[in-house]
């Protein structure tokens, strides 16, 4: 975002036809009083343009200025209260012009105290009752003349400078403050892309892994005899109460997508809910565990959680029912190791492209955003694998 201009163009040129107007009525009444030499009014009216226009037109400003000088030399006057006017149009040309205007500027200050030693030295000017100077003596002016007027013009072109310099300094730190500004929406932008790819992902995860169940149940009760009422409402019942978690989880998701770190006794019951729920459906799982469990923070608890869901999710989806799922969960001192093995027809294995980018991959980007690894095949005797290394925070 660029930040507007402390004084805006229009306030700016306000100011300087205030000062331009103040500056012809100081001359007027110090000319009036005989306090300094009577100036031309076409020089006084050119220095008053140039005076207003040295901001906005700095290059027209020094050229007015010069013009107005032009007008006292031809009209043969003395020093007067217009060279400074020159002084501030001299400033205002190498603050806030171009690069090329300030190297005219800087021949303008040499061109300027020559034109001043040549215009004045062999004349009497009222200067010399103010600089203490031999008037007799021509070397003597000169060296005056090239060092008082010298100093002057130099002067003002060496404020400008600073003041070119200051204003560059500030228009850089006001970038970079703009920069990072834009930098930190951009990011927040990111983040916020970032959570809706997550929720997309969990609610993914969620209702696939809760269809996969509920069509196992449903494709048990073609095996319940006709007959047998209590069964079949055992089954009806089971169906929905999987349909009410999963409705419930989905909520969950939606209204409390930071998690929270729940600790190590939830992740136990969370791994191991999803293991029954399974086995609800109808499925014939076998479940180890080896190890002491280890304490995972709140993002490697939904990652592990995630991780086996979507395990279990492939294993309902693509095995066959007349062999077992096999589930290992081995506790390390640095990781949690998840391994689903479960046998498959011919061509039923998932790959990594399943499900437009869900599925496995959303598994591999969940395990490498902590850093851990997912590996998956099928083996010679045709059971599919899926293997996930989730680490403990800082190993």
């Known amino acids: 975002m660029r930040n507007a201009p402390l004084i805006p163009a229009r306030v700016n040129l306000t100011l300087d036809l205030v000062l331009a107007l103040l500056f012809g009525a100081f001359g007027l009444w110090a000319t009036t009083a005989r306090l300094l030499p009577r100036a031309t009014w076409l020089a006084l009216v050119i220095m008053i343009a140039a005076l207003v226009c040295r901001r906005l037109a700095p290059s027209v400003a020094l050229a007015l200025a010069w013009l107005s000088a032009m007008a006292q030399i031809a009209t043969g ?36 105290t020559l034109v001043a030693v040549v215009y ?33 013009l130099g002067g003002a072109w060496l404020a400008g400078l600073a003041s070119r310099l200051l204003r560059q300094r500030q228009a850089i730190t006001d970038a970079r403050l703009a920069a990072e500004e834009e930098s930190r929406r951009l990011a927040a932008l990111a983040a916020l892309a970032n959570d809706k790819a997550e929720l997309a992902r969990n609610v993914h995860d969620v209702i696939g892994h809760s269809l996969a169940v509920i069509i196992a149940q449903s494709d048990s009760v073609q095996y319940i005899d006709a007959s047998d009422d209590a069964a079949m409402r ?11 978690r999963s409705l419930g989880e989905v909520r969950q998701v939606l209204s409390d997508i930071e998690a ?7 992740l136990r019951h969370d791994l191991d809910g999803l293991i029954e729920n399974v086995t609800r459906a109808g499925a014939r799982i076998s479940s180890t565990v ?48 998840i391994e689903v093995r479960n046998a498959v027809p011919a061509g039923g294995a998932p790959t990594i492209g399943d499900h437009s980018g869900s599925g496995l991959i959303g598994m591999k980007q969940r395990l490498e955003r902590v850093g851990g690894q997912l590996q998956y095949g099928v083996t010679e005797e045709g059971r599919f694998i899926l293997a996930a290394r989730v680490p403990v925070a800082g190993a």
């Not at 009497?124 to 007027?149: F, H, K």
């Not at 929270?260 to 939830?266: K, L, N």
């Open 77 to 112: 006057q003395d020093i007067s209260f217009l060279q400074i006017g020159t002084v501030i149009v001299l400033y205002s040309a190498v603050a806030h012009g171009r690069k090329w205007l300030m190297v005219a500027a800087g021949v303008s200050v040499v061109v300027g």
């Open 260 to 266: 929270v770190d729940t600790g190590q006794v939830s």
């Open 120 to 152: 004045l030295a062999p004349s009497y000017s009222w200067a010399w009752n103010v600089i203490p100077a031999d008037t007799g003596s021509l070397r003597r002016r000169v060296a005056v003349l090239l060092i008082v007027p010298g100093s002057v």
């Open 290 to 337: 080896a190890g002491e469990p280890v304490r995972l923070d709140a993002l490697r608890s939904e990652t592990a959680h995630r991780v086996l869901q979507e395990g279990l999710t492939n294993a309902l989806k693509f095995s066959d029912r007349d062999t077992d799922i096999r589930v290992s969960r081995r506790w390390t001192t640095d990781a949690l190791q």
């Open 234 to 244: 055992k089954a009806a019942s089971a169906i929905a109460d999987t349909a009410r």
